[in-house]
């Protein structure tokens, strides 16, 4: 797709789109073709390839990989060695994954024609909301981004999240020519570094201009709470800049300061008023339609792991303004678009983008709940194209990129729910891995949630809700046990009822009973496997976790709440902050 295409916009961005996906097939393998074209000659692929540009023995030659097999090129590179390792083109820098779904962050090349990929995909957006939700341009977006402190390679390469690198570009700093992308915070806020004034200075720009925001949202899900959650404990803070017309004296930031002088103009004690009216009550249910009377919409990824959150959102919006899922990428490549954008969370799918690189799918044979080993080699002859995948299967997602990722697991399962044209359209499942196993059971990301899911419906008739979890696979004792942390917060009031314990032991069991066969077999025949523990952790200590995340150099824009913890320093955090421990009190029921 040539460069022209890329920077389509509106109903011609709309046209381009059908015409792609109509010809997904043959889009796909001329991409495929300018890739080896331009990369035949790098060190990698010419050992498989011997300079061929032919797209037949790609297929045939090129091994499907793991992060494992292609860091140590990305190394070298990082180290100062040439982007011919990999790349025709000069890797221009290192994007950092979030590293929170599945391990240690991971640095991806990219290079400069990347920004307008990836920019291409932004572009389809408004276009398509403006197809439900007309008259986007006629207000602000309240969208919390978030960038952070850049690194470097010991090459001099930047290594920086895939967003931050985009907040830097001209393409973000040129948006204010398009009436669609009037954000209500100022670009000193959104690249300021400390995570506290950025989201300070962003919700006080938000509360001033209430009454023009059409729209809301962030990145992810946690980050949108983790503001509200602040403006929820600080809003008096907010309530007195915006009465005096001075900004609080803890933003030290110079450019944010300077940027919020053109928000705090004069002293506008009638505005204090009206939010100081609207927050100072016992219970936020429904608080953003009041802050924000015009917003139309809540926009955030609440997919994968990021469906825990919903129930929150439900609370704050009080089910009255639409969770809008918009796109699917990650730090390797974008990926696609969800063309129903008002689709209830459950249902949400993505149009794969047949330009933005080289898909191929390996089937999951047991469908959702393969566990597989990621690291094994797979038989190229598993790979199925684009167009070829099959309506209901399992795939996991391996993509072919411009920077030098070439057969690359990505990690994602995804199962195909329709088609749009000849692209397919993919329900997000989860990341692929094991994240519990004690014996012989392996539970997934996808198994876990769906079990806690049902288990938390037990709170609601005690005006609860389940804020955030996590778990670990505890072997300290014999036999070992799953454990789950658990923050619980009241819907009613700042601090959560006590429950009684035969409540949460009673979760404990429900959880037991929405796990898988193995599970339940090795819990209750094999007694390979200790009954399942749910502790209970102190009000705010996610967003701890969340806290010691971003310091060891996280991004609040990629930050997802890890399902499983690994890390030692996590999980000492989350043990000096529990409160409470209940145990299952009954074996689950395993005779199929």
Not at 334 to 342: A, I, S, T, W
Not at 530 to 556: A, C, K, N, W, Y
């Amino acid at each position: 797709m040539d460069g022209k295409k890329l920077e389509y916009k509106g109903e011609e961005a709309l046209k381009e789109l059908e015409k792609m996906t109509e010809n997904a097939d043959e889009v796909q393998e001329n991409i495929l073709m300018e890739i080896l074209s331009r990369n035949r000659d790098t060190e990698y692929l010419n050992k498989f390839l011997g300079g061929s540009t032919d797209t037949w023995v790609f297929k045939r030659r090129v091994p499907v990989i793991t992060y494992s097999e292609i860091h140590p090129y990305i190394q070298k590179i990082s180290n100062g060695e040439d982007s011919a390792l990999i790349s025709g083109h000069p890797i221009t820098e290192m994007l950092i994954s979030s590293g929170t779904s599945g391990g240690e962050p991971r640095l991806m090349p990219s290079i400069a024609e990347d920004l307008d990929r990836r920019t291409y995909l932004y572009n389809l957006i408004i276009p398509i909301m403006n197809q439900y939700v007309p008259g986007l341009d006629e207000g602000k977006a309240m969208y919390l981004y978030f960038a952070k402190a850049e690194m470097s390679t010991p090459s001099g390469l930047p290594a920086r999240p895939v967003l931050t690198s985009y907040y830097k570009s001209k393409h973000f700093k040129c948006r204010s020519r398009d009436p669609f992308n009037d954000l209500t915070s100022p670009d000193q806020a959104i690249l300021c570094t400390d995570s506290r004034q950025s989201m300070y200075c962003q919700l006080l720009a938000g509360l001033v201009h209430r009454k023009q925001v059409l729209r809301l949202g962030a990145v992810f899900a946690s980050a949108f709470l983790r503001a509200i959650t602040f403006l929820e404990r600080d809003w008096t803070y907010f309530c007195d800049d915006i009465r005096s017309g001075q900004l609080d004296s803890s933003i030290t930031d110079h450019s944010c300061r300077s940027a919020m002088s053109d928000y705090l103009t004069s002293p506008n004690p009638d505005l204090a008023d009206e939010i100081e009216a609207i927050c100072d009550r016992v219970s936020w249910n429904g608080i953003l339609g009041q802050l924000w009377p015009r917003a139309q919409y809540v926009e955030v990824v609440v997919t994968g792991s990021m469906s825990q959150y919903i129930t929150a959102l439900e609370f704050y919006t009080d089910g009255k303004l639409p969770l809008v899922c918009t796109m699917y990428a990650s730090s390797e490549c974008y990926f696609g678009v969800n063309l129903k954008p008002l689709s209830s969370p459950s249902e949400v799918a993505y149009t794969l983008l047949p330009n933005m690189a080289y898909f191929e799918f390996i089937e999951l044979e047991n469908g959702a709940h393969s566990h597989d080993n990621q690291d094994e080699e797979v038989s190229k002859d598993r790979l199925v194209s684009l167009v070829n995948v099959k309506l209901g299967r399992y795939y996991e997602l391996v993509a072919t990129t411009f920077a030098g990722l070439y057969r690359y697991r990505i990690g994602d399962v995804l199962q195909v729910v329709g088609f749009h044209n000849r692209a397919p359209q993919f329900r997000f499942i989860c990341r692929r891995n094991v994240i519990l196993s004690i014996d012989n059971d392996k539970t997934n990301e996808e198994d876990l949630h769906k079990s806690i899911s049902t288990a938390k419906k037990l709170l609601e008739p005690y005006n609860v809700l389940l804020a955030e979890y996590t778990s670990y696979a505890d072997t300290s004792t014999v036999p070992g046990h799953y454990v789950l942390f658990w923050e619980i917060v009241s819907t009613s009031m700042d601090v959560a009822v006590p429950l009684e314990p035969q409540i949460l032991e009673e979760c404990c069991a429900a959880v037991e009973e929405n796990l898988d066969y193995v599970y339940r077999r090795c819990r209750a025949f094999d007694n390979s496997i200790g009954p399942l523990e749910i502790r209970l952790v102190e009000q705010g200590t996610f967003e701890g976790l969340m806290d010691l995340v971003i310091t060891q150099g996280g991004s609040i824009n990629q930050y997802k709440a890890p399902r499983c913890i690994k890390c030692s320093s996590a999980l000492a955090l989350l043990e000096s902050r529990v409160t409470a421990c209940f145990y299952s009190p009954r074996d689950p029921t395993w005779i199929p």
